[in-house]
């Protein structure tokens, strides 16, 4: 739903306005109710979006460190921008909310005892690490149109693109690290410690990590 009221106010952006008013004006916030609305419910979304760590922990269930790290600084970067009205951010929100209603999609067919091809897994996965670099070239183009635009024309902070371009670098090497462990690296005979997403049961024992069926840890 979120992707869905906020999609066609970034692509009416992208088409009408061009690429520096997608990254430095704030106008999905400040004039546009539908999106600035939804804005604000992402926002919101990172609270109980902590649920899902919190289960994992009361199961007593492996929590890897990609997990919580992402989903405490997702939280912590999330709120301060929007103190901000941060005008980037309407490429962070429009990605994420993106990304997590295929991903969230995907959890609701395992969920259901419905498995996806394999490929489907990988592909969110892969979504996932192309959301990180997206993230990194915003940062790098706000900091671009900083140091040449007037002063004050951008509604982007330094402080704001130094942590940003911390956040999403260090995601970016964590996924890819996963990525690589959980799809590429696991031997014949040997048992991965990032195993893939769920797919289907097998008459071999499982170890459940705290989603419904779930053997892997795609994380959100």
């Not at 709120?79 to 951010?89: D, L």
Request: glycine fraction near 4%; charged fraction near 15%.
């Amino acid at each position: 739903m979120g992707a869905c009221r906020t999609l066609p106010e970034f692509i009416h952006v992208l088409r009408n306005h061009g690429l520096y008013h997608s990254i430095c004006v704030p106008s999905f916030i400040e004039q546009d109710k539908v999106s600035g609305f939804w804005t604000t419910m992402f926002v919101l979304s990172k609270v109980p979006e902590l649920g899902d760590t919190v289960f994992i922990v009361l199961r007593k269930k492996p929590l890897i460190f990609l997990h919580w790290y992402h989903h405490i600084t997702v939280l912590l970067y999330t709120w301060f921008s929007f103190t901000e009205y941060t005008s980037s951010a309407r490429w962070f929100v429009v990605m994420n909310y993106c990304v997590h209603s295929v991903m969230y999609s995907y959890y609701a067919l395992v969920s259901m005892g419905r498995y996806p091809p394999k490929m489907l897994a990988m592909t969110i996965t892969f979504l996932q690490l192309t959301q990180m670099i997206v993230g990194c070239a915003i940062n790098i183009w706000a900091h671009n149109y900083m140091a040449t635009a007037p002063p004050h024309s951008c509604h982007i902070s330094q402080i704001n693109i130094k942590l940003s371009m911390a956040m999403y670098f260090s995601y970016f090497v964590l996924f890819a690290h996963f990525f690589y462990k959980a799809y590429l690296s696991p031997k014949p005979g040997k048992k991965a410690k990032v195993e893939p997403l769920p797919e289907e049961p097998s008459t071999k024992k499982i170890d459940y990590n705290g989603y419904p069926r779930q053997r892997n840890g795609v994380v959100h």
